[in-house]
RNA sequence: GUCCCCAUCGUCUAGUCAGGUCCAGGACACCGGCCUUUCACGCCGGCAACACCGGUUCAAAUCCGGUUGGGGACGCCA
């Protein structure tokens, strides 16, 4: 049934009624980590299409940590993955809330199953579970909690709370025919039938509760209307579905994304994958913020047409969970490929971003790199300016990421730096009068009066012509010396970029170039 | 083992819901060419997939069933 505004405003509906009294309300999203480890791209990508979908319909998303398990949160953790968030440019409306914070709306909630009879006292020790399941398993059978104290009889009860044995806090899952389900925004409809479903644990013997009731409780306080979220969690929400039930609560909108897996198809992880995994990684590697975002919507959805970049509100437009894919996705990565380091379409989408963004964009994203590597001079930001500008548009199609600025891009910003050896090979070890005709060059551009792109070549062939090789020996052993590179742009573009007294400088030092190390004679 | 999910080029994917316009389109990667003082960029071209079997239908990548394969869950983790 479509939509039928009951609010016009210059002829666009602004508010919308969906059933007869019930007007749709803002959307609020959240993503909620568990800060035991960094931010992952796996949990960057759940956070994104939260972002995105919040922001889509105007709404809200909210950042909560879910640091329950004491034991294994930690504040590095936090700050890292706030950290990421904040590098990738994915902004909450709410929080950081810290579900540690609320415990006792998720210890109040937890009595209430008890006063109610929806949940029970399980004084199964962890061993007898523990040796239970193993058995399980060996038998091939059903790993299930099998109920032992759920049919606890009143003095058995008794008497085990007397004698002060620890127990848990088990879920009563009804005993009823048929199925439980909802509609899932990716799958469809998903339904599970009740007798699959075990008695599942919500407090702990130290009376903390767990995971799956302090996330409903929250989700239900913080009005969540859609939870975005991995597959991996398709059985906790048929649980979580039983807790809506029990709490009296409306259930929200589920969408369950497909898994990020690696190329052996296992799930990714930082215990068998490690940094290539984390987005600190891509940060640390050049990478510019909203091309990995550009990556990562990617992996599991499409628009529908053959678009693959998206500027930020293109992105937001286009999106929906409709289109979020079923089936999981490689993340391609193969260990110890010498020419890429990690997804080659990442490399792809960062290098089309690094080339074809406005220059005045990428020029800060350039500045942090070249400060981080100690060769920003503030000088680009004044006087030299529109040369900062027009050198980085001038070098950035070789580039892959913001790295290769202070690393290949090197020489115009500094004297200190190296030959590439390969480059010495083949561009002046080959030839080793260089030593003579560049400084030879060199002096000639130090007397030239006119320093252009056309008189600098015609003078460069012109000493080729004399030498008697063509001119791209001379052009190339150029290049070499003057910024250490195999390759580069139009030569003579780099002249002017350099300046007449960078350039004389250093063709004249070509001899030194031949003999680095050569120890000093007696 | 049980339950759940998934299945198109090497990878990311379009097409599947509303079967014909698909001997399957795009991107990355790879290969070749053009451009060129080098290497890129750019442009042009090429390689490459509907997991399998059966059914429904005039017609199936698309619908149905099964098989196989892959993944996930089965914690006093989140």
Same mark, same amino acid.
């Given at each position: 049934?479509?939509?039928?505004?009951?609010?016009?405003?210059?002829?666009?509906?602004?508010?919308?009624?969906? !059933?007869?009294?019930?007007?749709?309300?803002?959307?609020?999203?959240?993503?909620?980590?568990?800060?035991?480890?960094?931010? !992952?791209?796996?949990?960057?990508?759940?956070?994104?299409?939260?972002?995105?979908?919040?922001?889509?319909?105007?709404?809200?998303?909210?950042?909560?940590?879910?640091?329950?398990?004491?034991?294994?949160?930690?504040?590095?953790?936090?700050?890292?993955?706030?950290?990421?968030?904040?590098? /990738?440019?994915?902004?909450?409306?709410?929080?950081? $809330?810290?579900?540690?914070?609320?415990?006792?709306?998720?210890?109040?909630?937890?009595?209430?199953? /008890?006063?109610?009879?929806?949940?029970?006292?399980?004084?199964?020790?962890?061993?007898?579970?523990?040796?239970?399941?193993?058995?399980?398993?060996?038998?091939?059978?059903?790993?299930?909690?099998?109920?032992?104290?759920?049919?606890?009889?009143?003095?058995? *009860?008794?008497?085990?709370?007397?004698?002060?044995?620890?127990?848990?806090?088990?879920?009563?899952?009804?005993?009823?025919?048929?199925?439980?389900?909802?509609?899932?925004?990716?799958?469809?409809?998903?339904?599970?039938?009740?007798?699959?479903?075990?008695?599942?644990?919500?407090?702990?013997?130290?009376?903390?509760?767990?995971?799956?009731?302090?996330?409903?409780?929250?989700?239900?306080?913080?009005?969540?209307? !859609?939870?975005?979220?991995?597959?991996? !969690?398709?059985?906790?929400?048929?649980?979580? *579905?039983? *807790? $809506?039930?029990?709490?009296?609560?409306?259930?929200?909108?589920?969408?369950?994304?497909?898994?990020?897996?690696?190329?052996?198809?296992?799930?990714?992880?930082?215990?068998?994958?490690?940094?290539?995994?984390?987005?600190?990684?891509?940060?640390?590697?050049?990478?510019?913020?909203?091309?990995?975002?550009?990556?990562?919507? /990617?992996?599991?959805?499409?628009?529908?047409?053959?678009?693959?970049?998206?500027?930020?509100?293109?992105?937001?437009?286009?999106?929906? /969970?409709?289109?979020?894919?079923?089936?999981?996705?490689?993340?391609? $990565?193969?260990?110890?490929?010498?020419?890429?380091?990690?997804?080659?379409?990442?490399?792809?989408?960062?290098?089309?971003?690094?080339?074809?963004?406005?220059?005045?964009?990428?020029?800060?994203?350039?500045?942090?790199?070249?400060?981080?590597?100690?060769?920003?001079?503030?000088?680009?930001?004044?006087?030299?300016?529109?040369?900062?500008?027009?050198?980085?548009? *001038?070098?950035?199609?070789?580039?892959?990421?913001?790295?290769?600025?202070?690393?290949?891009?090197?020489?115009?910003?500094?004297?200190?730096?190296?030959?590439?050896?390969?480059?010495?090979?083949?561009?002046?070890?080959?030839?080793?009068?260089?030593?003579?005709?560049?400084?030879?060059?060199?002096?000639? $551009?130090?007397?030239?009066?006119?320093?252009?792109?056309?008189?600098?070549?015609?003078?460069?062939?012109?000493?080729?012509?004399?030498?008697?090789?063509?001119?791209?020996?001379?052009?190339?052993?150029?290049?070499?010396?003057?910024?250490?590179?195999?390759?580069?742009?139009?030569?003579?573009?780099?002249?002017?970029?350099?300046?007449?007294?960078?350039?004389?400088?250093?063709?004249?030092?070509?001899?030194?170039?031949?003999?680095?190390?050569?120890?000093?004679?007696?």
């Amino acid at each position: 049934m479509p939509a039928r505004p009951i609010v016009k405003e210059t002829g666009r509906p602004k508010y919308y009624q969906t !059933h007869p009294g019930i007007i749709m309300q803002e959307t609020r999203l959240r993503f909620p980590p568990s800060p035991t480890g960094y931010l !992952h791209i796996g949990g960057a990508r759940t956070a994104l299409y939260n972002w995105l979908y919040a922001r889509k319909t105007g709404g809200k998303l909210i950042l909560r940590i879910e640091d329950t398990d004491v034991d294994r949160s930690t504040r590095e953790s936090i700050d890292g993955i706030i950290d990421g968030l904040t590098w /990738l440019g994915i902004d909450w409306d709410e929080g950081p $809330y810290f579900q540690t914070e609320f415990s006792d709306d998720h210890r109040s909630a937890a009595a209430r199953f /008890l006063a109610d009879g929806a949940a029970y006292k399980c004084f199964c020790s962890k061993e007898d579970l523990e040796a239970k399941r193993e058995a399980a398993l060996a038998a091939k059978g059903d790993v299930r909690y099998d109920g032992t104290c759920r049919t606890l009889s009143r003095e058995d *009860l008794a008497a085990k709370e007397r004698a002060g044995l620890p127990y848990v806090l088990r879920f009563k899952t009804p005993h009823r025919e048929g199925t439980i389900g909802y509609d899932d925004k990716v799958l469809g409809r998903i339904e599970s039938n009740y007798r699959e479903i075990d008695d599942f644990v919500v407090v702990r013997s130290n009376g903390a509760p767990l995971y799956l009731l302090c996330n409903v409780v929250d989700d239900i306080r913080d009005r969540i209307t !859609h939870v975005v979220r991995g597959q991996d !969690h398709m059985t906790n929400t048929i649980k979580q *579905l039983l *807790l $809506y039930e029990a709490l009296g609560a409306p259930i929200p909108v589920f969408a369950h994304m497909p898994l990020t897996l690696d190329t052996k198809k296992a799930k990714i992880s930082k215990r068998s994958h490690g940094e290539i995994v984390a987005v600190q990684f891509y940060r640390d590697h050049g990478f510019i913020p909203w091309a990995f975002n550009n990556f990562l919507v /990617l992996l599991g959805w499409s628009p529908g047409d053959d678009r693959e970049f998206f500027s930020r509100e293109e992105l937001i437009e286009a999106f929906s /969970l409709e289109r979020i894919n079923k089936s999981a996705s490689i993340f391609n $990565y193969r260990k110890g490929d010498p020419k890429f380091f990690t997804d080659p379409k990442a490399i792809a989408i960062n290098e089309h971003y690094l080339r074809t963004m406005p220059i005045e964009e990428l020029a800060p994203l350039v500045k942090e790199e070249l400060t981080t590597a100690g060769l920003w001079d503030n000088a680009y930001d004044a006087d030299r300016h529109s040369w900062f500008l027009a050198t980085i548009e *001038l070098i950035r199609s070789r580039f892959h990421t913001l790295k290769d600025f202070s690393s290949l891009g090197r020489a115009y910003f500094s004297d200190d730096f190296q030959i590439d050896e390969k480059a010495f090979r083949k561009n002046l070890a080959a030839t080793p009068d260089l030593q003579l005709w560049l400084p030879e060059l060199a002096r000639e $551009y130090q007397a030239m009066p006119d320093f252009s792109l056309a008189e600098t070549e015609r003078l460069a062939r012109a000493a080729a012509e004399r030498a008697g090789v063509k001119p791209g020996i001379v052009i190339n052993a150029m290049r070499t010396v003057l910024t250490g590179q195999l390759a580069g742009p139009s030569m003579f573009d780099i002249l002017l970029a350099l300046g007449r007294e960078t350039v004389v400088k250093r063709m004249q030092a070509t001899p030194e170039l031949y003999h680095p190390f050569q120890p000093q004679q007696p």
